[in-house]
């Protein structure tokens, strides 16, 4: 397979550093962003200690600006962006009749103008060079709804809604749009659940675990190939059973 360049988004946290890790494997040249300096080096060091060498530029995915320099910056080290991974994303969850105007903005900032923000100044480098893979880590609970998490809900079905549409604009280009969503996997975001709640998640999990963030880059990595040229505009679950509607 030839090696390209890809960006992941949130690349240091749980579920982004399985798929770093695993489009390095398939020998591709990684890239994501860190927003706290030193603890962004300190997980590269990690990395490279693994084995795997990862470019890194200081960005926060939610600001426009940022986002842009966060691009171009990667660029310089690594070259144009082939292959991008929207994966960055928070939850800060309340009922709404509760919920802030700060929880709803940082939740759909973060999730969804992200992906905007990113790919934005990625598309037109993949629409020239006629191939291109952007992925969404979206969630089941945009598929599904989540009691207290209208706005991660939101932001999370206007992923795919964006999915669906780059997916049309780009075919003719070799630009690939799809989305993976999810169910709950066991890293820190989830992890941070009450216990008891956990439980009461895997309850409903037909598998009866949670999910690893290993199992999420296989479902990336399934839409990266160029074997995977025909399949855009698809959302892939990986859920446990969970869900299985859209
Ligand atoms: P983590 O909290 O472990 O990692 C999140 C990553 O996103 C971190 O690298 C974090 O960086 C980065 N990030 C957050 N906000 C920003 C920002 N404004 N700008 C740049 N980077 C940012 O989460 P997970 O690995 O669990 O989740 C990854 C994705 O998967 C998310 O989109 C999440 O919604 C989705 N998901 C997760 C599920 C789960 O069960 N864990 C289930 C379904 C979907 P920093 O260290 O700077 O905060």
Redesign the pocket.
Known sequence: MQSRVALV?????????SIVKRLAAMGHRVA?????ES??REWQARMKDAGVDVAMAH?????PE?AERLVRDIEQQLGTVEILV??????RDSTFHKMTPQQWNDVI???LN?CFNVTRPVIEGMRARKWGRIVQ?????GQKGQYGQAN?AAA?AGMHGFTISLAQENAKFGVTVNTV??????????MAVPEEVRNKIVAQIPTGR??T?DE?AYAVAFFVPDEAGWITGANLSANGGQYMGW
């Not at 994501?32 to 706290?36: L, V």
């Not at 929207?86 to 939850?91: E, F, M, S, V």
Request: aromatic share 6%; hydrophobic share 20%; proline share 4%.
């Open positions: 988004t949130g690349g240091t946290g749980g579920i982004g550093t994501t962003n860190y927003r706290d603890r962004g960005g926060d995915v939610s600001s940022d929207n994966n960055a994303g928070i939850t900032c973060t999730n992200s880590i979206s969630s089941i609970n991660y999370k969503s999810p169910g709950y996997i066991g890293t820190d975001m989830v949670l999910g963030p999420i």
